[in-house]
């Protein structure tokens, strides 16, 4: 079940606290597991069990660490410039890194790892091409595609076929979807605020 929507951490004022916090740790902590999670999920190819179900405890626990430490963050006044930055870097290595390996295992075809790349590496560049005329927000559209990608991912993970892989199908074909439409949509809202006034 994708988790429920929060609000987007890049819109939280900084609070001035020191980088040195549990918000941040967990956010570096997640970048940590992603070179684990990417062995786990290739050793032997990707066809051995127990490394798969090891991939998919690490996984787990790396998508849970990106809903805490922006609530942390938030409701502990702990919201940092450095979280800021390296959150959604950490949020783009995990995704990367799993759906590059389920790509090189042959769970997904790469066309899709390409498409959804371009779309994430994309959104980013946007955001930093308008920083100066203010901050571009993550829509719901586009918390929706987070959590239907983490869900897909998952199940694609599972050492499992049957109705788990056609549900793996199913979930990650309505995130790719999501991710183009709200691709889309980041480009004209990126183009409606280059148009205002710098900051």
Known sequence: MPPPLVPDPATAPSTGVSNWNIANALTVLRILLVPFFGWLLLTHGGHDTAYRWGALGVFFVASVTDRIDGDLARSRGLVTDFGKIVDPIADKALMGMALVGLSLIHEVPWWITVL???????????????????????????????????????????????????????????????????????????????ARPVR
Request: hydrophobic share 60%; charged share 15%; with cysteine.
């Open 116 to 194: 959804i790349l371009i779309r994430e590496f994309g959104v980013t560049v946007l955001r930093l091409w308008v920083l100066r005329h203010g901050v571009l927000p993550a829509s719901r559209g586009g918390k929706a595609k987070t959590a239907l990608q983490a869900l897909g991912i998952g199940l694609f993970v599972m050492p499992l076929g049957g109705i788990v892989h056609v549900a793996a199908w199913c979930v990650l074909l309505v995130a790719l979807v999501i991710t183009v439409v709200t691709g889309v949509d980041y480009v004209f809202r990126a183009l409606r605020l280059r």
